[in-house]
């Protein structure tokens, strides 16, 4: 009985938990059914995160979030004659491996020789794989911040849709975005209790480029939305084990599981608990699982270790220089054993890799067949393995301090290795930043509100100087100068004055085109003031003296085209 009730605890914590899910779920489908219609803005925005932005004088209909998040993500799918339903039934292939031995346990272990101990040990014996690992933890904690000059690196949340303008109200909502993200969920006492993004980032960040598997898990507040999220071990997160052989879709279905000494403590849905993958395979034996890049570089990991080894060995052992010792002249067996034995004891290469042949001659010689490393290439060869290691990576060994081909003559290379940065950032980094926004627009922002997305900004690779001559180019091209100035989220310059091309050619073809204009409207009032005289005269004529009133004149007002008849008394 001792142990049945650890596991029978277990049960009911996991059936309560149920239960209370059921019932999330239930009233929130009433809450969804007596949905009210109000007035607009009659409460204030801060009363739900997020406000939705509707324009004035139309009613905002206030309706509950569906439990686990699922509600708020049907506002993205796309919807038209064209479009295509609900499917009308499973895929029916197969897509991981039904006799598979990994999922005895309840759950579906990672079907790989290297096992996450491995992993983790590879990368803390090799240098190079910290500072690759490191160098891109780092570089990701430099978009960590809230943009502020439009091509620093930094992040910000903007509309979904590019082509359309935020509103006031909008921006308002990205701000309260931002400040979410910033402090990693709600903050309930003090912003100091939660980590903060960049802490938050800088754990997924390497536990990406070590295990090639992201999970946080996603707390969620009484309605089912995203409250908090934290960063969860990888190394202890499985995906449950499924009799179906399709692919698990459902949000309220258990999707993963935490395990403590392959024993299951905790299990998980989609909408609690994130499973990142960058390098996803079809494979129906990877049983969804990714492929770390220290996975697809064993070899080459063995073979750096096994030069550092040995070099590293010269220093503690001394060091054996590959050759023959032959021993001219006729030694009894017995001795030559026995020197040979104790010539062993002394030196021998890195693990056994050379044990030196003795021979039995007629004097003693040495044959050396091995003068120097450079006669094998062993520099040549480091660097190549350093070379595989970080292209897998995709990054190039200069960001990590390698510098190859530039026989030290800075000046000369210094444009050269610029260009080889930025070419390494845009293989390797945007990568990492776009799978980044990925997990945290589908996990945390759309569950809120779909309009809105994360987004990681200072990836351009041209530097500030080079962008302001593009932009240069710009308004004197195509561009008009509050064109411009609305990219950078700034006013139009009064009286209409931005309404130009800052170009010579340009406002000279505009100046003539408005003096033919004046021009022409001088001609136009010229024609109109002689049409006037010429009805004046006409209407003179028209009037007879015998015609005429006593003492009196027959007139026309140029003011109204009318006929007046002035009597003189």
Same mark, same amino acid.
């Given at each position: 009985? =001792?142990?049945?009730?650890?596991?029978?605890?277990?049960?009911?914590?996991?059936?309560?938990?149920?239960?209370?899910?059921?019932?999330?779920?239930?009233?929130?489908?009433?809450?969804?059914?007596?949905?009210?219609?109000?007035?607009?803005?009659?409460?204030?925005?801060?009363?739900?995160?997020?406000?939705? =932005?509707?324009?004035?004088?139309?009613?905002?209909?206030?309706? %509950?979030?569906?439990?686990?998040?699922?509600?708020?993500?049907?506002?993205?799918?796309?919807?038209?004659?064209?479009?295509?339903?609900?499917?009308?039934?499973?895929?029916?292939?197969?897509?991981?491996?039904?006799?598979?031995?990994?999922?005895?346990?309840?759950?579906?272990?990672?079907?790989?020789?290297?096992?996450?101990?491995?992993?983790?040990?590879?990368?803390?014996?090799?240098?190079?794989? &910290?500072? /690759?690992? #490191?160098?891109? @933890?780092?570089? $990701?904690?430099?978009?960590?911040?809230?943009?502020?000059?439009?091509?620093?690196?930094?992040?910000?949340? &903007?509309?979904?849709?590019?082509?359309?303008?935020?509103?006031?109200?909008?921006?308002?909502?990205?701000?309260?975005?931002?400040?979410?993200?910033?402090?990693?969920?709600?903050?309930?006492?003090?912003?100091?209790?939660?980590?903060?993004?960049?802490?938050?980032?800088?754990?997924? @960040?390497?536990?990406?480029?070590?295990?090639?598997?992201?999970?946080?898990?996603?707390?969620?507040?009484?309605?089912?939305?995203?409250? +908090?999220?934290?960063?969860?071990?990888?190394?202890?997160?499985?995906? $449950?084990?499924? =009799?179906?052989?399709?692919?698990?879709?459902?949000?309220?279905?258990? *999707?993963?599981?935490?395990?403590?000494?392959?024993? $299951?403590?905790?299990?998980?849905?989609?909408? +609690?608990?994130?499973?990142?993958?960058?390098?996803?395979?079809?494979?129906?034996?990877?049983?969804?699982?990714?492929?770390?890049?220290?996975?697809?570089? @064993?070899?080459?990991?063995?073979?750096?270790? *096994?030069?550092?080894?040995?070099?590293?060995?010269?220093?503690?052992?001394?060091?054996?220089?590959?050759?023959?010792?032959?021993?001219?002249?006729? /030694?009894?067996?017995?001795?030559?054993?026995?020197?040979?034995?104790?010539?062993?004891?002394?030196?021998?290469?890195?693990?056994?890799?050379?044990?030196?042949?003795?021979?039995?001659?007629?004097?003693? %010689?040495?044959?050396?067949?091995?003068?120097?490393?450079?006669?094998?290439?062993?520099?040549?060869?480091?660097?190549?393995?350093?070379?595989?290691?970080?292209?897998?990576?995709?990054?190039?060994? /200069?960001?990590?301090?390698? #510098? *190859?081909?530039?026989?030290?003559?800075?000046?000369?290379?210094?444009?050269?290795?610029? @260009? #080889?940065?930025?070419?390494?950032?845009? #293989?390797?980094?945007?990568?990492?930043?776009?799978?980044?926004?990925?997990?945290?627009?589908?996990?945390?922002?759309?569950?809120?509100?779909?309009?809105?997305?994360?987004?990681?900004?200072?990836?351009?690779?041209?530097?500030?100087?080079?962008?302001?001559?593009?932009?240069?180019?710009?308004?004197?091209?195509?561009?008009?100068?509050?064109?411009? &100035?609305?990219?950078?989220?700034?006013?139009?310059?009064?009286?209409?004055?931005?309404?130009?091309?800052?170009?010579?050619?340009?406002? %000279?073809?505009?100046?003539?085109?408005?003096?033919?204009?004046?021009?022409?409207?001088?001609?136009?009032?010229? %024609?109109?003031?002689?049409?006037?005289?010429?009805?004046?005269?006409?209407?003179?004529?028209?009037?007879?003296?015998?015609?005429?009133?006593?003492?009196?004149?027959?007139?026309?007002?140029?003011?109204?085209?009318?006929?007046?008849?002035?009597?003189?008394?």
């Amino acid at each position: 009985m =001792a142990d049945e009730s650890p596991l029978r605890s277990r049960l009911l914590r996991v059936a309560a938990k149920a239960a209370v899910s059921a019932l999330d779920r239930l009233e929130d489908v009433l809450d969804k059914s007596e949905a009210t219609v109000t007035e607009p803005f009659a409460h204030p925005v801060e009363d739900a995160m997020p406000h939705p =932005a509707t324009p004035s004088g139309s009613p905002i209909v206030e309706v %509950q979030s569906a439990p686990l998040r699922d509600m708020p993500l049907e506002k993205a799918m796309p919807s038209g004659p064209n479009m295509p339903g609900e499917p009308d039934g499973d895929p029916e292939a197969i897509y991981w491996d039904p006799f598979a031995l990994v999922d005895q346990l309840g759950y579906k272990d990672k079907p790989s020789a290297i096992t996450y101990g491995t992993l983790q040990s590879m990368v803390w014996r090799l240098p190079i794989l &910290r500072a /690759i690992i #490191k160098t891109r @933890v780092d570089q $990701v904690g430099n978009f960590c911040q809230q943009q502020t000059p439009p091509h620093e690196p930094g992040f910000r949340v &903007r509309l979904r849709e590019l082509h359309k303008t935020p509103s006031r109200a909008a921006r308002a909502e990205m701000q309260r975005f931002e400040q979410l993200l910033l402090t990693t969920g709600v903050v309930v006492e003090d912003p100091r209790e939660r980590g903060g993004f960049e802490h938050l980032l800088r754990k997924v @960040v390497q536990d990406s480029l070590m295990y090639d598997q992201v999970n946080m898990e996603i707390v969620p507040d009484r309605r089912g939305r995203p409250s +908090q999220w934290y960063a969860v071990d990888p190394s202890t997160v499985r995906y $449950v084990d499924s =009799a179906s052989l399709a692919p698990n879709h459902s949000m309220t279905k258990p *999707y993963c599981v935490q395990i403590y000494d392959n024993v $299951v403590v905790a299990e998980f849905t989609r909408a +609690q608990m994130v499973f990142g993958i960058r390098n996803p395979r079809s494979d129906i034996r990877s049983h969804g699982y990714g492929t770390a890049e220290a996975e697809m570089m @064993v070899q080459t990991i063995t073979y750096l270790l *096994y030069g550092m080894e040995y070099n590293g060995r010269q220093f503690s052992q001394g060091s054996i220089a590959k050759g023959l010792l032959n021993i001219k002249g006729a /030694i009894p067996e017995k001795q030559l054993r026995a020197f040979r034995r104790q010539w062993y004891q002394l030196v021998s290469g890195v693990e056994n890799a050379w044990r030196t042949p003795i021979v039995n001659a007629e004097d003693l %010689q040495w044959i050396n067949m091995h003068p120097t490393n450079r006669d094998m290439e062993f520099s040549a060869w480091m660097d190549f393995l350093i070379k595989v290691a970080c292209s897998i990576f995709g990054m190039d060994p /200069i960001e990590v301090n390698f #510098k *190859y081909g530039g026989g030290g003559q800075k000046a000369m290379f210094e444009a050269a290795n610029k @260009v #080889k940065i930025t070419e390494s950032k845009a #293989k390797g980094l945007q990568p990492l930043l776009r799978f980044l926004s990925k997990i945290f627009n589908e996990n945390v922002i759309w569950p809120l509100d779909a309009d809105f997305a994360l987004e990681f900004t200072g990836l351009s690779p041209m530097t500030p100087k080079e962008l302001a001559d593009l932009e240069t180019q710009k308004v004197r091209t195509y561009m008009m100068v509050d064109e411009i &100035r609305a990219s950078h989220d700034l006013p139009a310059l009064p009286s209409g004055l931005g309404q130009v091309i800052n170009d010579p050619n340009w406002m %000279q073809a505009r100046r003539d085109l408005l003096l033919q204009q004046q021009l022409g409207a001088e001609g136009t009032s010229e %024609q109109v003031d002689e049409e006037i005289a010429a009805e004046k005269e006409q209407a003179q004529a028209t009037v007879a003296p015998g015609d005429a009133v006593e003492g009196g004149a027959v007139g026309k007002s140029l003011d109204d085209d009318t006929r007046v008849i002035e009597i003189t008394l």
